[in-house]
């Protein structure tokens, strides 16, 4: 039996829930086309930065409630948490697929050489500070039992074309190999960034309509017109675009203030305390996977659900929080999808999820790939209203949890979808891209909402 207390019965919640599934019922979006649509803003744990002129703001960057460390004796599975696209259209890879789509790029310039990708790198924490962190910290994260590699970045939050974007600029022969995996192989993409461009997430480029191989306006400190030199998916969550670290400092971007490091087989809580202590104090971390103890649970790549979470890590949703949750949610159907949308009139789907929860007293993490980590992997076969159903829409990161909707009940969820289009009830699919149902903790949003905030 699942948790007992994710019972949800009869009452009349139900009936509101019922009553617009049916107004509802008949709309477009037949069973079979459903286009998958990404929620979204940036930096989800990224700090505020990241304006070039504001201060970069606490990520938080203690292991949660829900990572433990491995030492109890039992096996330690890691989730990877790649970047959130900021929202877009991708129609899923059909099932048994193995192909991906390419990362979008424009052929490559000659000078300066990227050199070649030789290997990839887990990106493990990402270690932000409002200026440059001293060498000697560098020197120290470097040096660190458990590291494999570390590497300096700049981090900054920019305006592309009037929209807040969390950047990186990077050195694109170094940085590469912490990416996702098509777009860390796509040299030309690299040395587009090289010599000049700027890259953004595959998913933000397509469904803000970013001209590939126009020019859009970025603005730091300094304003300057970049080409669009590629879309692939960074692989940091709540990053979209990346820059050489020549163009970042020339938008104002402080030098060297970030470092994403690399230690896939060092527990996460260690290592985070070792590293608060050869960092200095302004200086902010954010684990960028989960480190959780596995009960003999299988770890899936992708797979939604937060890893090793048992029932004594609930309880669930409790049905005055179901109804609260529910009846918020659908008193929004019908307002307009807006990228980066959080209430209370316009929405993204991870906006739609997280402004409706906190309606019911629920803390929840803002982007749809911390949304997935926030309660167990449960059955299609029992799910029930107020479930989180995710999606994989990013070509550029197939495994990526991009897209979150609310189960309803009776075969129907509630989304919030592409630009253009509004908030609305549709038929619940289960195949394309699902990347499978999570049952709402509370206890274990909140400690992910903490671990992953932006400030």
């Not at 906006?351 to 449960?378: E, K, N």
């Amino acid at each position: 039996m699942r948790d007992g207390m994710r019972r949800l019965r009869a009452g009349s919640w139900v009936a509101v829930a019922a009553k617009v599934v049916m107004r509802h019922g008949r709309r477009r979006l037949r069973a079979g086309l459903w286009v998958a649509v990404v929620a979204g803003v940036a930096a989800s744990f990224l700090p505020r930065v990241l304006h070039a002129d504001a201060p970069v703001a606490s990520a938080h960057g203690a292991a949660s409630s829900i990572a433990r460390d491995s030492s109890r004796g039992h096996a330690v599975g890691r989730q990877r948490v790649p970047s959130e696209p900021i929202a877009g259209t991708f129609i899923p890879l059909q099932a048994g697929s193995s192909g991906t789509v390419p990362v979008a790029q424009l052929t490559a310039k000659t000078e300066p050489a990227v050199a070649p990708m030789r290997r990839l790198l887990a990106a493990d924490v990402l270690v932000v500070a409002p200026s440059s962190l001293p060498s000697k910290a560098f020197s120290a994260v470097r040096r660190m039992r458990g590291v494999v590699a570390a590497q300096l970045v700049d981090a900054a939050r920019i305006k592309i074309n009037g929209s807040y974007v969390a950047m990186l600029g990077v050195d694109p022969s170094r940085f590469r190999a912490f990416a996702a995996r098509p777009t860390a192989a796509s040299t030309a993409l690299w040395q587009n960034v090289a010599d000049g461009d700027i890259a953004v997430s595959y998913l933000m480029g397509k469904q803000e309509r970013l001209p590939l191989g126009g020019t859009v306006r970025v603005a730091g400190r300094q304003t300057e017109e970049l080409r669009v030199g590629g879309f692939g998916t960074v692989g940091i969550s709540g990053v979209d675009a990346v820059v050489s670290d020549r163009v970042a400092r020339s938008l104002g971007v402080p030098g060297g203030n970030a470092i994403v490091i690399s230690a896939p087989h060092a527990p996460l809580a260690r290592l985070m305390k070792r590293l608060s202590a050869v960092l200095p104090r302004h200086a902010s971390l954010a684990p960028l996977v989960t480190q959780v103890t596995v009960h003999g649970l299988p770890v899936t790549a992708g797979s939604a659900g937060g890893v090793g979470i048992t029932a004594a890590d609930g309880p669930g949703l409790t049905p005055q929080q179901t109804r609260a949750f529910l009846i918020a949610a659908l008193s929004r159907d019908g307002l307009p999808y807006v990228w980066g949308g959080s209430g209370p009139s316009v929405f993204d789907c991870s906006g739609l999820v997280q402004w409706s929860l906190r309606q019911a007293g629920v803390t929840m993490p803002r982007v749809a790939v911390d949304q997935a980590m926030t309660g167990p992997l449960i059955p299609v076969s029992e799910l029930q209203p107020g479930d989180l159903l995710f999606y994989h829409t990013d070509p550029t990161a197939p495994m990526y949890i991009s897209h979150v909707a609310i189960y309803l009940g009776n075969g129907k969820m509630l989304q919030a979808p592409q630009p253009g289009m509004n908030v609305e009830v549709v038929p619940a699919v289960f195949d394309g891209g699902f990347a499978g149902a999570v049952a709402i903790y509370p206890r274990v949003a909140a400690a992910v909402a903490a671990a992953f905030s932006s400030g």
